[in-house]
C-alpha cells in the first residue's frame, strides 16, 4: 500500500471514530433544565376567607404557598363581589402610623415558601363591592401572575371586627 492510500485510510478512520465519539459524548450530555410550570399551577391557598360587608369595602385574607423552585408574582386579582380589587400592603406613613395601600410589583411569593395574606398585612382589597358580602356566602377570585397565567379559588365570607386601617391618604377603611 502506498503513503497516499494509508493517510486516506486513516484520515478515514479518524473521522468515524470522531464522530462515533460525539454521538457517544451526545448520550451523556446533561438533559435540557426543565422549562418552569406556570404559576398558576404551582401556586394555592390555604385558609381563605373574605371579610363580610354589606357595602364598600372588603378584604380577602389566607396563606399563599408556592410549590416550585422559583419565585412567583401576583400581578392581579379580579373577582365579581367587587368592581375594584388591588393587591395591598400595610406600612408604616411619615408619622409612624400604619396606612394601607397599593403594593407596587405584586406579592411575591418565594420559591418553596409562603405568603400571609392577614389582617394588618398583605391583603386582596375589594373596593365598590358588587352586593353585600353575608357570612356563610363564598366569593371567588382569580389571580393573575407575571407569567399571565392564573389560578382560581373560593373562599367563605365570615364576621370580623377588626381590620379597619387607614389608607395612605388618611381615609377610614369603612367596613374593611
Known sequence: MNTTANTATRLARLTVLAAVSL??????AAPAPATSAPAGDVVTIENAWVKSAED???????TLANSSGDDV???SVASDASNMLQLHE???NDSGEMVMREIE???VIPAHGELALEPG??????MDLTAPLKAGAEAS???TFSDRS??????PVKDYSGANENYDDGHKGAGH
Request: aromatic fraction near 14%; glycine fraction near 14%.
Open 90 to 92: 400595610t406600612v408604616a
Open 121 to 126: 398585612a398583605n391583603h386582596i382589597m375589594l
Open 141 to 143: 377570585f382569580t389571580l
Open 23 to 28: 454521538l457517544a459524548l451526545t448520550g451523556c
Open 73 to 75: 408574582t401576583v400581578v
Open 105 to 107: 410589583g405584586g406579592f
Open 150 to 155: 392564573t389560578y382560581t379559588f373560593t373562599a
Open 56 to 62: 364598600g369595602m372588603s378584604a380577602t385574607f389566607g
